[in-house]
């Protein structure tokens, strides 16, 4: 599911403003959500460790949706939707009826909703946030600052963008890191993928994600598929048959994460694979694989989520994804690797 992140008021422990906040979320973001395929989440929902603020910060920069309740005029709430509006990110408004919308927000497009009964029995007010999460969707052609069109949205300045002269420059921590920041999903694709098993702290990186129920999949070369040795460039003898044993590596580094969480393994056994890449939410860092060097060696793409290479990337990555399905590796104990 995609990751959808609630701006709201808060509020103590017992308190009116808690009780509110969470028949909100309970009753109208969260259904909307997962029946327009979003996981909905709140600020103090996320058990992740690290600093509530920066993981605020990255929700409100990666996920996919915003959705923010503008009930009590909470401070922190319209701060927060200071940063989405400067970083046009996705976002819908809900203020409860008989509420004043402030003057510099009224020109957005506002759902008033109310915790009846009725309007609970009805789902009025899930539906209403449906139809506005679809036509959100549906008109998301182009990212731009709400209140002042010619404005860089933030985090999107070319600066985002880097040519790597060789995919090793991209350094062991940013590896890491790339971990640490997916919020929803991590995706891996490459011959073997082997390499990462000796990346000092990726394995616990991978851990932490799969504990904060991050989706890692990893869509390997299957060493019995024919395409494997027109793929490579032979420069030994015996080099197929390396290659094969990097794969069998790669596939049993993997599979040792075991029951870790939600991390799948598929193999792709026919075609080829022309590049390696590693995404999450947020960036894909993408080698394009040659016959004239090394993968170490060869140039990397490093491309944020709002342009149009990550978005062709994912494209490719799922469509080899479904490609690939009823093709995860056999376990050691005859199932499938989950």
């Not at 994460?257 to 598929?266: E, Q, T, V």
Request: proline residues 4%.
């Amino acid at each position: 599911m995609k990751s959808c992140f609630v701006i709201s008021p808060i509020g103590e422990a017992g308190s009116d403003v808690r009780s509110h906040a969470d028949d909100v979320f309970d009753f109208i973001i969260k259904p909307a959500a997962e029946r327009a395929g979003y996981k909905a989440q709140r600020a103090d929902h996320d058990s992740a460790p690290g600093m509530i603020t920066e993981q605020m910060y990255d929700h409100i920069l990666i996920d996919n949706l915003l959705i923010a309740v503008l009930t009590y005029h909470n401070p922190n709430v319209f701060y927060e939707i200071a940063i989405a509006e400067a970083a046009a990110r996705p976002l819908i408004l809900l203020i409860e009826k008989g509420q004043k919308i402030p003057f510099d927000i009224q020109h957005r497009r506002v759902i008033s909703y109310e915790l009846s009964i009725r309007a609970h029995s009805t789902g009025t007010y899930v539906d209403q946030l449906v139809r506005s999460i679809a036509e959100l969707e549906a008109g998301n052609s182009a990212s731009k600052v709400s209140f002042r069109a010619s404005l860089t949205p933030l985090g999107s300045g070319q600066s985002a963008w880097r040519m790597l002269p060789r995919s090793e420059d991209f350094a062991s921590q940013e590896r890491i890191s790339l971990v640490d920041s997916a919020t929803s999903i991590l995706w891996y694709q490459g011959l073997a993928l082997s390499s990462f098993a000796k990346l000092p702290g990726f394995a616990d990186a991978i851990r932490r994600a799969l504990a904060r129920s991050v989706e890692v999949r990893v869509l390997i070369m299957d060493p019995n598929n024919p395409a494997l040795g027109h793929q490579l460039r032979t420069s030994a003898d015996n080099y197929v048959s390396l290659i094969r044993s990097q794969i069998k590596e790669g596939i049993k580094f993997w599979q040792g994460f075991g029951s870790a969480g939600k991390l799948n393994i598929r193999l792709r056994r026919d075609g080829t694979m022309f590049a390696a890449f590693q995404l999450n939410d947020s960036q894909v860092v993408w080698t394009q694989y040659s016959y004239i060097m090394d993968t170490s060696d060869s140039p990397s793409i490093v491309a944020p989520n709002h342009a149009p290479f990550y978005k062709s990337a994912r494209q490719e990555f799922e469509w080899a994804w479904d490609a690939a399905a009823d093709q995860a590796p056999r376990s050691r104990r005859g199932g499938r690797a989950k």
